[in-house]
């Protein structure tokens, strides 16, 4: 079977031009749907799944032979974007100076569908493969991670993530930073702001002090990034505050630097005695490192772009974060990255490279047929 250029475009324009932003499950649910369907007509099995109390599901695609329970290549990708609906009407899909615009191709269906129409092409691989297409990716993954985990305790030799190559090269993605976010709540006492102001214990003084001390923990030496993003506190401007609270997002690229935060944010103490502190640290999703299998895997895929005529290298360790690091924390060689190439993603000018596309769909062919 062969592919061209045109055929590749018309599917994943079908595909970005039904929104479906994370926070509409409706419409990711309206997404499966049309996907399992595009995948069933190309002779590929499909399955819904719910995954927590999502009302979208996930979608699994397979050449997986019935009884088969061998360990293949998982493939990764997510159905959800970042955009709401109506973006189409500010970004509709339209092709400028070699570049396919639209809300979401290039994170991630171009990716999803280039994944699915090779593995359609290739039928006869070596390891099964199941494509699995989440819907809440762009939320943390918060109800299809156990999901995610399960399956491919299951089922991954490999996993392969279909998310968007690095730009400036189609790079692939060995290693992500871990994410995480960090609460922190100041409890001071309310006073009238004119006749009791010195009886008053402000939490946002207090809360001031610890954005400060918080934004001093990045190292960008150490690959460490603390960011306060949001703050609300206190009630009007005429009350001395008397709760404030904060949160922040924070990247660590290993678990030894996890630890390290983790004592600092335990060490945190107010300026004021007679104000109160809680402070929290949640990791969404630990870090993605690079160990030999994976730089084994990494080696394999290399060559193989180099036959589809691509000339890929492997990115530096990124501050994004996606499924794979939660398969590549299981010990299962995962590499990321190769989705479409291109830029823009989560904003307006979100493209990719049309003139690539094709070469990439040959590589994702290669490497499902290759992998063993």
Known sequence: MHTTQDTLIAGIRKWVEIESPSQRPDTIAALANVIAGDAAALGLKTSLHKVGSFDAPALRISNRADGNTRKGIVVLGHMDTVHPVGTLQENPFRIEDGRAYGPGIYDMKAGDYLAMSALAHEPETALPVDILLTPDEEISSVHSRGFIEDFARTYAKYVLVAEPARPNGGRLVTERKGI???????????????????????????????VLALESLTDYERGITVSVGTIHGGTTPNVVPGRCEAEADFRVPDMDALQQLQQRIE?????????????SLNLRRPPMNKTAQTQALLDTLLQLSAQAGLNIEEAPMTGGASDANFTAALGIPSIDGLGADGDGAHTLHEHILVDTLVKRHEFWRLVLRGLG
């Not at 960090?182 to 001031?208: D, F, N, P, V, W």
């Not at 060490?267 to 402070?279: F, K, N, W, Y």
Request: charged share 25%; aromatic share 0%; hydrophobic share 40%.
């Open 180 to 210: 995480g976010r960090i609460r922190l709540c100041t409890c001071g006492r309310q006073a009238h702001a004119g006749l009791q102001h010195a009886l008053g214990r402000s939490a946002i003084k207090e809360m001031a002090r610890q």
């Open 267 to 279: 060490s945190l103490r107010t300026a004021d005695a007679d104000v109160g502190l809680q402070a």
